[in-house]
């Protein structure tokens, strides 16, 4: 994977996780719902970041995808929820990022 592609994912993954944390905030935190807002723009910038991986096939772009946001959100998990991954979160991360690295990685013709 390239960095410009590895970049667009991880942005990609924190736009989405962003966008949805934001709804959950309101629905599920009580917080106000001025939140939805951001979260809207959030999933905007998810939704056109994706639209940048050089694919010919959007299922593809978004099936390799899922193995960066698997891993994007256990990083959310710690980094904003205060909840360390355990060792069978990280080995999931991590069969799910080697599958995004097949799909994008293999020899087509």
Known sequence: MSPAVALIYIGAALAEIAGCFAFWAWARLGKSALW?????L????FAWLLTLVPTQAAGRAYAAYGGV????SLTWL?????LRPDRWDIIGAGICIA???????????
């Open 36 to 40: 939805l807002f951001p979260g809207v």
């Open 42 to 45: 959030a999933l905007i910038a």
């Open 69 to 72: 946001y698997i891993a994007a």
């Open 78 to 82: 710690w980094a904003v929820e205060g």
């Open 99 to 109: 599958g995004a690295a097949v799909i994008l990685l293999a020899p087509r013709g």
